[in-house]
């Protein structure tokens, strides 16, 4: 299973660049806002075992919020939602979470969507002193839109709310953190790169097949000056 998932990273990285060349540098969610945000940390209620999920405090943070094949609103598309926080040592904590279902089986899988407040999980999965991590962002607002621009204007007036959750092995979600879109900047979209393999929150690190399938086409496409994160 190892290698089949690198060995499928490594193929998959060849049209990946072809499309980033084609799109501009970004082969998968092409289409997105980039907003500003604050994550207010409270914890794990009981803890996690993890610090960087009990940790408690409050942080100003990147979020790209994206259409993963860039169709066009209103139509259903695997949304993206990237959120950029700052790391002790301040190098880069990169969460990359697509629209899911929210069940221990269905945040597996990923499901288009119309409506942004939707769940969104890491599908990968983290390895941790507490065993098999995944981080999700949880509605926290009843509708949100999808469509950049849109999206930018609810941030701004404080629509784009989320709870960020995270699950050991197939246990329930436990909240440890609330994001709030504060606004947004121009350029809407500047060319931001997120990398969820190697920006892993401190304490945990990217496993599965997943992270194995992720790696190489990462490595892969960097290497071509065109990096599949998005």
Same mark, same amino acid.
């Given at each position: 299973?190892?290698?089949?998932?690198?060995?499928?990273?490594?193929?998959?990285?060849?049209?990946?660049?072809?499309?980033?060349?084609?799109?501009? #540098?970004?082969?998968?969610?092409?289409?997105?806002?980039?907003?500003?945000? /604050? /994550?207010?940390?409270? #914890?794990?209620?009981?803890? &996690?075992?993890?610090?960087?999920?009990?940790?408690?405090?409050?942080?100003?943070?990147?979020?790209?919020?994206?259409?993963?094949?860039?169709?066009?609103?209103?139509?259903?598309?695997?949304? $993206?939602?990237?959120?950029?926080?700052?790391?002790?040592? =301040?190098?880069?904590?990169?969460?990359?979470?697509? @629209?899911?279902?929210?069940?221990?089986?269905?945040?597996?899988?990923?499901?288009?969507? @119309?409506?942004?407040?939707?769940?969104?999980?890491?599908?990968?999965?983290?390895? @941790?002193?507490?065993?098999?991590?995944?981080?999700?962002?949880?509605?926290?607002?009843?509708?949100?839109? @999808?469509?950049?621009?849109?999206?930018?204007?609810?941030?701004?007036? =404080? $629509?784009?709310? &989320?709870?960020?959750?995270?699950?050991?092995?197939?246990?329930?979600?436990?909240?440890?953190?609330?994001?709030?879109?504060?606004?947004?900047?121009?350029?809407?979209?500047?060319?931001?790169? &997120?990398?969820?393999?190697?920006?892993?929150?401190? $304490?945990?690190?990217?496993?599965?097949?997943?992270?194995?399938?992720?790696?190489?086409?990462?490595?892969?496409?960097?290497?071509?000056?065109?990096?599949?994160?998005?």
């Amino acid at each position: 299973m190892t290698g089949l998932a690198e060995l499928a990273g490594q193929v998959v990285a060849v049209p990946l660049g072809l499309v980033a060349r084609w799109r501009g #540098g970004r082969p998968m969610h092409p289409r997105g806002a980039v907003l500003d945000a /604050v /994550v207010e940390r409270h #914890g794990g209620t009981p803890p &996690f075992g993890v610090p960087w999920l009990d940790a408690v405090g409050t942080e100003q943070v990147l979020v790209r919020m994206s259409r993963g094949a860039g169709l066009p609103a209103p139509l259903p598309d695997v949304l $993206g939602l990237a959120v950029r926080l700052t790391g002790d040592d =301040g190098s880069p904590v990169d969460l990359l979470l697509s @629209s899911t279902g929210r069940g221990p089986l269905t945040r597996l899988v990923p499901v288009p969507r @119309s409506d942004a407040a939707v769940p969104y999980s890491s599908i990968m999965a983290y390895r @941790s002193a507490a065993g098999p991590v995944r981080v999700a962002a949880l509605p926290a607002t009843a509708t949100a839109p @999808s469509d950049p621009e849109p999206v930018a204007r609810a941030a701004a007036a =404080g $629509g784009i709310a &989320f709870d960020l959750a995270a699950a050991i092995g197939t246990g329930e979600w436990r909240t440890f953190a609330h994001l709030r879109g504060t606004g947004a900047g121009r350029p809407l979209d500047p060319p931001i790169r &997120f990398d969820a393999v190697r920006n892993a929150p401190p $304490g945990l690190a990217a496993t599965g097949p997943m992270a194995r399938f992720r790696a190489p086409a990462y490595a892969t496409a960097r290497e071509q000056g065109h990096p599949p994160a998005r």
